[in-house]
């Protein structure tokens, strides 16, 4: 054993105490990581920070962009919706379903890909039905890595098998052939949390409902945020009368977002609009006083539908602060005056003037230079504030650069980049690709990309390539496993299967998948043929167990999902233990079956 050999190991065993004990943030070890590579002199200061501008991680950064613009056009409403009505609000049987479809699309596009595809939607999920967020995201991206099994062109490992295979003059697998083991191990991983894994999972919380912006609106004027749906029956007294007749703001500080009637929408209805029966209106306020609107009125409750979807999404409406400037035409005039719903579409929820904060009805207090009113609506109807310059929005509106969702444009973004990817261009220069064209075309604006991105993931992948370049670079790793082929030598063929399942496994939390499969597969052919055992065989098995990336958050899809599902190291080493054994027991069996 070398001294750099040496020194590289003990800077592995570190950075494995480091993650277990949780001493530091996973970003801050990565950074120890990089600048220890350099110092000890296993990496010139160049390769050991080779990370930042990696495929990996140009890949994630992209990938996040995508799915905020995903997410902000409203694309994801559409998802969630036959979803939640297959599913319920029964957690494990809307994982299941979840996985199901996330795991079967891996099959034929990026797993990181199909893993952004669905971040949105479960996130909203866990918005609408209170489910914590950190109970649904770790089962779909162990289903969106079992997934990529499934075909031979669902990961970059058993992509550049076949290569591998060719180059030794060996016949290279079909598309499908991996598919039976593939299947297994989705159909494996999704009856664990079923069954097992879901009592393993951290309770945490609910998703925030809001963004940044909005959370800071929220937090600091205490807004309501609950919508609630109701119809009115023809019995119920509201019947003829118009808002303020039914004093529902005066007398229960509630505000009517929108009033629908079959089919026909009205947003931000004006104040003489009367209510008729068969109407359902979309309230904002405190549940209390919600219920007593509804008992005093004699009004039903409407299962939820697409407007309250629209007006829940952060992509199609939300609240905003617009300031009324010098020179307004709005100066001076009260909000009745203004006819605000009536002009502009949308809600006056609070106005703020000097030192006072009006959440109830102001609809006669003067307008004066200075004062903000905080509105609420769709971002299309929040920009006609700014037309005529009657108002200066002080909050940057949800959705597209310019207010208007446009969800075909985003899903077009997304998949051109996915079938980029699936037509052979390499991974990162195809999701950034869709990511910049989302930017260009104004469904994301360049400080929402920004934002989009979770930069403590970002550096947490950094980190950890430059030390897997470095265990290939000194040896650490070819001396790993040729230590460990020569024990194995005359076992038995399945203890033999499940030791290389296992070293395919411990490389992959530390190489990238791709560079396990790549130093691993000519070992295992070559004791393939001093073994008797199908070479084939062992090589597939090491493509398929380099997924096997579930105790450490360091494969691509666990490090996007960390942070939304709010997941700490333990978390992983918890659930994805046992996942991990159950990984190899399978993968090991099926594969056995198929080839011995």
């Known amino acids: 054993m070398t001294t750099d050999i040496a020194l590289i190991l003990a800077v592995l065993g570190v950075t494995i105490v480091l993650f277990v004990s949780e001493r530091l943030r996973v970003d801050v070890i990565a950074l120890l990581i990089m600048v220890s590579l350099a110092w000890l002199r296993l990496l010139e200061p160049l390769e050991a920070f080779s990370g930042l501008a990696s495929n990996a991680v140009i890949s994630v950064i992209a990938v996040m962009i995508l799915g905020h613009g995903v997410d902000r056009s409203g694309v994801m409403k559409r998802i969630i919706r036959p979803i939640l009505r297959a599913a319920g609000t029964h957690e494990r049987q809307l994982t299941a379903l979840v996985s199901a479809v996330a795991g079967l699309l891996s099959a034929f596009m990026q797993n990181i890909g199909a893993a952004a595809l669905f971040l949105p939607a479960m996130m909203r999920i866990s918005k609408r039905t209170g489910m914590p967020v950190s109970r649904l995201l770790m089962p779909l991206g162990f289903a969106a ?21 060719r180059q030794r003059g060996v ?23 079923a069954v097992v894994g879901y009592r393993l999972l951290p309770a945490g919380t609910t998703a925030n409902g809001t963004d940044g912006g909005q959370r800071r609106l929220v937090q600091t004027w205490n807004l309501p945020t609950t919508l609630h749906q109701c119809r009115i029956p023809a019995e119920s007294p509201l019947v003829g009368r118009t808002r303020d007749e039914a004093s529902l703001w005066s007398r229960y500080g509630l505000n009517l977002l929108a009033l629908a009637q079959e089919g026909d929408v009205m947003f931000a209805p004006w104040r003489h609009t009367r209510f008729a029966a068969g109407q359902e209106l979309v309230l904002l306020g405190e549940a209390k006083d919600v219920g007593r609107f509804v008992a005093d009125n004699r009004l039903e409750e409407a299962e939820e539908s697409g407007v309250i979807e629209d007006l829940r999404s952060e992509g199609s409406a939300g609240f905003a602060e617009a300031v009324i400037p010098m020179g307004s035409p709005v100066a001076g005039k009260s909000l009745r005056e203004v006819a605000l719903r009536n002009t502009f579409g949308v809600e006056p929820i609070m106005l703020l003037t000097g030192r006072r904060g009006i959440r109830d009805d102001f609809s006669d207090e003067i307008l004066e230079p200075g004062a903000t009113v905080i509105v609420h609506g769709l971002w299309g109807n929040v920009l006609k504030l700014e037309d005529d310059r009657s108002f200066v929005l002080a909050t940057s509106v949800g959705g597209s650069a310019d207010g208007r969702p446009r969800p075909s444009v985003a899903l077009a973004c997304f998949l051109g980049a996915i079938l980029l990817a699936f037509s052979g261009v390499q991974l990162s220069l195809a999701l950034l690709t869709g990511a910049l064209a989302m930017i260009l075309l104004g469904v994301v604006p360049i400080d929402g990309a920004y934002r989009a991105v979770d930069w403590r993931t970002v550096f947490l992948l950094a980190g950890l390539i430059p030390l897997g370049t470095a265990m290939d670079r000194t040896g650490a790793a070819a001396l790993i496993a040729e230590r460990m082929m020569s024990v ?18 411990l490389f992959s939390l530390f190489l990238s998948n791709v560079a396990a499969t790549v130093l691993l597969v000519p070992l295992v052919m070559i004791l393939g043929a001093k073994t008797g055992i199908e070479p084939r065989a062992l090589a597939i098995l090491v493509a398929v167990s380099s997924a096997n990336s579930f105790v450490l958050p360091t494969h691509q899809v666990n490090a996007l999902l960390m942070s939304p599902g709010g997941y700490h190291n333990r978390d992983y080493l918890r659930a994805g233990g046992i996942m991990t054994v159950v990984f190899i027991i399978v993968a090991t069996g099926v594969t056995y079956a198929l080839f011995a």
């Open 171 to 193: 016949r290279p697998f079909g598309i499908f052939d991996v598919t039976p083991i593939g299947l297994s191990l989705l159909a494996a991983g999704i009856a664990y949390f």
């Open 488 to 505: 194995l030598s005359g076992s038995h063929p399945l203890l033999v299967m499940a030791a290389i399942s296992a070293l395919a496994t």
């Open 145 to 165: 890595i079992l997934g990529g099994t499934c075909s031979m062109v669902g990961s970059g490992p058993l992509i550049i098998l076949n290569d591998l295979l």
